[in-house]
């Protein structure tokens, strides 16, 4: 019995008889069938509903429709309109009685055109992707919109379904397009679950979101190989150094180029600083409280045991800090692909002797944190200039090209190096560095160079689009992860790693198939670059729901 009554609604409220005891006696009810809008609004509350609201307005109680639409949770408009429904259906007119006036709102929805169901669902699926709507501000859209409601329930379910239909949308697209892939691969939580990604960096599609029970050498395996099942010809892995990464390949029985991401390495360096210089910190003022303690009060014993090794280890760590800090520089430039000063695009040996100079001058540092960073740095030591390997093979050609259409050697570098370096100060500007004057007289000086010169204009372009091209850092899947967890975090939670996977395959069909508003892919979506056709430049429409 209890479970019958289990989702009857709940009034702190009493009416009088029988409007109240009729109330109690409600209980929970089967859905009505698909052609009624509130299909958990059942027949007996509907009934009790039409009951209270054809009551004569004398005999009525105050505030009785505000609750009928409290308690049923849906708006007093629909409470008005059950009531009408009813009134003309199966009420006999009374002479003398006048008809409940409706508000104003209920008359001017009974004037207007009907909504669709499909342009509600087009509508929900919208504010969620772009627009980033948590559930209960959907239904206020859809109130203030179209004077419609759909319950919390409805809007959940509505997501998790489009999501299954977009994982299977997803699963028969043909990647082929996209050729050999060197993909962008990263983590993150949400729920404690791991998500994983794959990205391919030119295009910015989305290869694979995947939501896993964990983030194992197999379960990284398994993703890989799904990946490839789509059409993905994986060439190369650029990514960071997770430890179960090496070890996925292997459980894939994969042998892939890898590039272990900069910015990660850069960003450790610094905080490897960071720890050097709190260390310095500490031991100075530690030398400045023995020099006041032995001010006030001389003690030749203290002077040796403990003053004189606390300035020796004081030095210490500051020439350590300074030392770290001098070769922090030569590591980043270790890491470049074009020298932003002179426009140089590096060549692998002169990268691997300043990395390796580096690494034998750091190892020579005491300090427990530099003395870890190192240790991993050797470790990944073959994985940390794969990039220019990579850059090799398409600029191998375009030198070629370069040789025909400029006459001299030396006109030839300068060419190579104006364009590399005006590259270059714009990537630094991007990233945050203060070189806009200089990137603005760089591409300057690149225009006046291919000014009436279609053959140095195309040569120029190519380049540009080679350095852009060849995989370096791993920041465009970061981007990416920013935006997954944005739109994550706007559903709170999740009930189950399914639930979680089906709005995580919507968020990437979503994503690979909306255009880019601004940046160098402008214009058009991730698909688009990729030559990837699903039939359709409307998301929605692969999931079912066209707009006309």
């Known amino acids: 019995m209890s479970s019958l009554y289990s989702s009857m609604p ?74 009408a429904q009813a009134r003309q259906q199966w009420l006999e007119p009374v002479d003398g009685v006048a008809e409940p006036a409706a508000p104003a709102a209920a008359t001017q929805k009974a004037t207007r055109t009907p909504v669709s169901e499909r342009r509600i669902k087009r509508t929900l699926l919208t504010l969620a992707l772009p627009g980033n709507a948590a559930l209960r501000p959907m239904q206020a859209v859809l109130q203030a919109a179209f004077d419609e409601s759909r319950s919390v329930g409805f809007i959940s379910e509505l997501l998790t379904s489009a999501g299954q239909q977009a994982g299977r949308v997803l699963a028969s697209l043909d990647y082929r397009p996209l050729g050999r892939v060197i993909a962008l691969r990263d983590e993150t939580f949400f729920q404690g679950w791991p998500i994983l990604f794959l990205v391919e960096p030119r295009s910015g599609v989305i290869l694979l979101g995947h939501v896993g029970k964990d983030r194992s050498a197999e379960t990284w395996g398994t993703a890989l190989l799904v990946a490839q099942d789509t059409g993905v010809e994986l060439a190369g892995l650029v990514e960071d150094m997770g430890r179960t990464f090496p070890q996925s390949l292997k459980a894939a029985g994969m042998s892939l180029a890898v590039q272990k991401d900069p910015w990660h390495i850069l960003d450790w360096a610094k905080r490897v600083r960071r720890d050097l210089e709190r260390a310095a910190l500490t031991a100075l003022a530690s030398v400045y409280r023995l020099e006041d303690q032995l001010a006030q009060t001389w003690d030749s014993s203290c002077f040796d045991t403990t003053y004189v090794p606390a300035v020796a280890k004081c030095e210490c760590l500051i020439t350590q800090h300074d030392t770290f800090l001098c070769w922090q520089a030569h590591l980043g430039d270790a890491l470049e692909m074009v020298d932003w000063r002179a426009g140089e695009i590096r060549d692998p040996a002169t990268n691997a002797w300043l990395l390796d100079e580096t690494l034998q001058a750091l190892a020579a540092l005491t300090h427990p944190s530099v003395r870890k960073f190192v240790r991993s740095l050797r470790s990944y030591r073959a994985q940390l200039l794969t990039y220019l390997d990579w850059l090799a093979v398409g600029l191998d050609p375009w030198r070629q090209r370069l040789a025909a259409n400029v006459p001299t050697p030396a006109a030839q570098v300068c060419f190579e190096r104006t364009v590399a370096r005006a590259w270059r100060l714009r990537q630094g500007v991007i990233n945050g560095q203060h070189w806009q004057r200089l990137a603005h007289e760089a591409t300057d000086l690149v225009a006046l160079l291919v000014a009436d010169q279609p053959a140095y ?92």
Do not use: C
């Open 10 to 83: 709940q009034s702190s409220m009493a009416w009088p008889e029988p409007m109240e005891t009729i109330y109690q006696m409600l209980g929970a009810e089967p859905a009505l069938p698909a052609r009624f809008k509130r299909r958990e609004l059942g027949l007996s509350a509907r009934m009790y509903i039409a009951a209270v609201g054809n009551l004569p307005p004398d005999t009525r109680p105050w505030g009785s429709m505000t609750w009928l639409s409290t308690v049923f949770d849906v708006s007093r408009p629909t409470v008005y309109q059950i009531a």
């Open 457 to 548: 204009r195309q040569l120029a372009a190519d380049l540009t689009a080679l350095l852009d091209g060849t995989p370096h850092a791993s920041s465009l899947i970061e981007t990416i992860n920013g935006i997954v967890k944005t739109y994550l975090q706007a559903r709170q939670a999740f009930r189950n790693p399914e639930t979680a996977q089906a709005y995580l395959n919507l968020l990437v069909l979503w994503h690979n198939m909306r255009s880019f508003q601004r940046g160098k892919r402008a214009g058009h979506s991730p698909f688009q670059w990729a030559n990837i056709t699903p039939g359709t430049d409307d998301w929605l429409t692969l999931l079912g729901y066209p707009a006309a």
